[in-house]
């Protein structure tokens, strides 16, 4: 009698992707060996060297295992169902029978003289399969220490391009990589330091409509993003998934470090219920962060990584662990899981992943017409080009040139010319330090502020304004490249 086998994801590389099998069989033994005769590869992933159905097979018959009913010998019907589910170990790692050559027992000694990892431990890491979300500051110390240690499938999704600011902190990319996808330079960097390591690359943002089909069957995922609107999509989807997510987390000299897991402990809604609104926590790009400090951050993430996997040690569920850098010191919060929340809790609201944007708060960028107010409202020739006001000022035509940037960032480098430093933010109480006799050009990094400056000196009843386009990058681009660019 005819019927369906269906394969599990982890094993449809033995079936050429295939995911259910029709073939005749009256027991469920005469159904695997017809799949294993068909698909020979797949015959030591079911089965031992005796023959014996392996230990972490689980096999159903529709909705029943076969070890309540009559293992092998249970009988089949005209078009039940056969299903094979791998199992997995303590909550994290599937064990597949993997086994270690002799190189690999070479490369991995000092491991292997651990009790806590030992053979067996060393086949868990590479029998695992970790996501890492992020190929940049913190998926720089995850990659390459989780490829050392010989974890067997690395994901990395990432979409970002190399740029020299990358540098500084994200040590998976070099020099040379700048211009290239840090996709590309990652699996390069990991190939070296270990072969033996798969590496499956994810050239994409992760998005709401992504995101489970992504994260299904890794046994970890490492979340390396910096804007909320990840940390939650990565934080429910792991939830819904049942797969622990472990966070770090960066922000000029203070690191931040967990393990999330919604069925041993709390997760990241439990923490944070909402979002901080936009704008009250900068990024890493706005506010800096010490080019090292990822580097500790993520390296605890990579030993929370390896001790999930292995079974091994306390993990940091439930404790948030809180590093000052400048002060050098380590402080750890409890965290508890909160009985009312939305995702995790007995009667969760949110269900499905959402539109992460919009619950963060970040409008839509604005549509044409509202850009056309503003540029309606500023005038023409509101902006001038870098080549516009190089004229200028080399014309010797009176100029109040205005830097509104921080003055860290004036440290850092200015216009040659500059007649006045004063921060967008305190512009309008310092209104009366700008004179109102000479045009004004006002400047920022690039651009964004600059705009604000403009409004707020209209606002003031100064007319003869108008703003650098592009800031002292675009200076730097087009007239005058021993500016750094930061
Ligand atoms: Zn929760």
Redesign the pocket.
Known sequence: MSIIIRIPSALRRFTGESAAITTAASTVGEALSALVDEYPNLRTHLYTGEGALRSFVNVFVNDEDIRHAAGLSTPLTENDEVHIVPSIAGGSAAVEPVELSVDEIQRYSRHLLLPEVGIAGQRKLKAARVLLVGAGGLGSPLAMYLAAAGVGHLGIIDFDVVDHSNLQRQLLHGTKDVGRPKLESARDRVRDINPFVEVEGYEAALTASNALDILRGYDVVADGTDNFQSRYLV?DAC?MLGIPNVYGSIFRFEGQASV?D?RTG??????Y?EPPPPGLVPSCAEGGVLGVLPGIVGSMQAIETIKLVLGQGSSLVGRLLLFDALDMRFRELKLR??PA?????PNPTVTELVDYDAFCGIAPGPTADEIADVQARRGRGWELSPLELKAELDGGHPLFLLDVREPHEVEICSIPGTSATVPVGTLADRIGEIPGDAPIVTYCRSGVRSAKAFDTLRAAGLSNVRSLRGGILAWSRDIDPSVPQY
Request: a positive charge.
């Open positions: 934080n939830v999330f919604a709390p997760c990241y809604r439990c923490l219920p899981k909160n929340c939305n995702l995790c809790g």
